[in-house]
């Protein structure tokens, strides 16, 4: 059974660029969260897919948007980048539908984001 | 506001004490509570959930312990060892919610 995977597990960005961070479910898991971890804090939630569909969104603004494949995998992406979005981003998968279900996240390691 | 949090940022054990980690929750409504444990450079890992029709909880070396009067959840190790050295967050959850983290205690654990 293969884990969540992401990549790239480090970048280095510059103010105003764009983003792209990719994430594999793990294997059987239909749903696919995706949360900001900055320096010394809890992770901090994003948003939610289930389905191809978002299915839940924290307090990020329209710059941070996602898409989830046929294959669950899902992407995150951020537009007009600032030195505040420099952070650890995780993506958790869960076999649970959407976010009715209860149960563990599986997080995959992380994409550290450096914004300069 | 609602929030999840901790009362100690660092806690320092020796090894083969038992450690407890506490965090406070200030919704009565949350009905579902996660302990995670993230080690340096990894992926926060589950530890142990309970249901918040549950006062305890036991998995293989650690307890968790819920009291709803106080809003209060803890998590127990017996025995520390090393490898328990990590990040620890609480994370709540209400119905169909998306889970609150806390912000983390660091569990040392000297030899």
């Known amino acids: 059974e293969t884990g969540v995977t992401q990549s790239p597990t480090h970048l280095i960005k510059t103010r105003g660029q764009q983003v792209t961070l990719r994430c594999s479910s793990q294997?059987?898991?239909?749903?696919v969260s995706w949360y900001q971890q900055a320096l010394g804090q809890g992770p901090q939630f994003i948003f939610q897919?289930?389905?191809?569909?978002?299915?839940g969104r924290g307090n990020f603004p329209p710059r941070f948007s996602g898409l989830q494949f046929p294959n669950y995998s899902s992407e995150l992406n951020v537009n007009a980048l600032e030195l505040d979005d420099s952070a650890l981003y995780l993506c958790?998968?869960?076999?649970?539908?959407?976010?009715?279900?209860?149960?563990?996240?599986?997080f995959g390691e992380g994409s550290r984001l450096t914004v300069l | 506001g609602e929030s999840v949090g901790l009362h100690l940022p660092t806690l320092s054990v020796q090894e083969g004490d038992n450690s407890i980690i506490n965090c406070a929750y200030s919704?009565?409504?949350?009905?579902?509570f996660i302990w995670y444990k993230q080690e340096s450079g990894k992926g926060p890992q589950f530890i142990i959930d309970?249901?918040?029709?549950?006062d305890k909880r036991q998995g293989q070396r650690v307890t968790v312990l819920l009291n709803k009067t106080v809003k209060h959840l803890s998590l127990q190790i017996a025995a520390t060892q090393p490898g328990d050295s990590a990040v620890y967050f609480c994370?709540?959850?209400?119905?169909?919610?998306?889970?609150?983290f806390g912000r983390g205690t660091s569990l040392i654990v000297h030899p």
């Open positions: 897919y289930y389905r191809e569909e978002e299915n």
């Open positions: 309970i249901r918040s029709n549950m």
């Open positions: 994370a709540e959850k209400r119905g169909s919610y998306i889970p609150t």
């Open positions: 294997s059987g898991h239909n749903t």
């Open positions: 919704n009565s409504a949350s009905d579902y």
């Open positions: 958790a998968s869960t076999p649970s539908e959407g976010l009715a279900g209860d149960g563990e996240l599986f």
